[in-house]
């Protein structure tokens, strides 16, 4: 909405277009073009920047800002179905099927966001074949992070979602490490696994003093991987009071 964001014409170093997806994929000429048709947009922190059922037709590049995909159980409880991190985008399903928006995205921080508008967007998956194959790699992947979200909600245990949850979102670096590179915060960790924030608060003291977990900054490193896969596949808590 307007009165929350900042728009103009997107204006952004070719190196840091060359960068992202999509973008990345397209010669210097039909980037320029498409960059020309686009707008850059400015969020503020708690901004909503989509609303589900919202019919908008564009292409949405996060630069940068973190945000989270929200939707609502049939009760109004809100639940939060991933967290989108610079370099990825979103809107991709309403651009192609031209349906609303199927979930609610709100800024967790400040956020810079390229849309690239539907008409554009739709050329380029269509007519450019690097840009085909990585929409296919790219929907192969979600299908299955949503496959593997689904069966962690299902988990009995909220101890057991939250390790699940953090095995789930680590990522691994240039040299191998296991970290969660910009770790959300506890409230936002207890949306995503449908629990409260105290137990999120519990379950990552339990994995620190076990020393699975460290956290640097933002930055939480997997110290012992094999430690954390085992409790989140439902090995028994140490140190705990049964609930």
Do not use: W
Not at 9 to 34: F, H
Not at 71 to 76: E, R
Not at 199 to 224: D, E, M, P
């Amino acid at each position: 909405c307007l009165s929350t964001a900042h728009r103009q014409t997107a204006s952004i170093p070719l190196a840091v277009l060359r960068r992202l997806p999509i973008l990345g994929k397209l010669s210097d000429e039909l980037l320029t073009r498409t960059m020309s048709a686009s707008r850059l947009v400015h969020f503020r922190k708690r901004a909503t920047v989509l609303l589900k059922g919202q019919a908008l037709d564009h292409l949405a590049i996060l630069i940068s800002g973190r945000l989270q995909v929200i939707d609502h159980l049939a009760n109004g409880q809100e639940i939060g179905l991933n967290i989108i991190q610079p370099g990825n985008f979103f809107g991709e399903l309403a651009v192609i099927d031209r349906q609303p928006r199927s979930a609610t995205l709100i800024a967790l921080s400040p956020a810079m966001v390229i849309q690239v508008p539907g008409n554009v967007a739709r050329q380029l998956f269509y007519e450019h074949a690097p840009v085909a194959e990585a929409m296919m790699k790219h929907f192969a992947q979600m299908i299955r992070r949503s496959n593997e979200l689904r069966a962690l909600l299902a988990l009995p245990n909220s101890f057991q979602r939250v390790f699940a949850l953090l095995d789930h979102i680590k990522e691994k670096t240039a040299s191998g490490t296991l970290v969660i590179a910009e770790l959300p915060t506890h409230q936002e960790i207890a949306i995503m696994a449908n629990t409260s924030r105290e137990t999120v608060t519990r379950a990552l003291s339990i994995l620190s003093n076990g020393k699975i977990i460290s956290k640097q900054n933002r930055q939480l490193l997997i110290q012992n991987p094999a430690a954390l896969h085992q409790l989140a596949s439902g090995a028994p808590i140490p140190d705990r009071k049964r609930e």
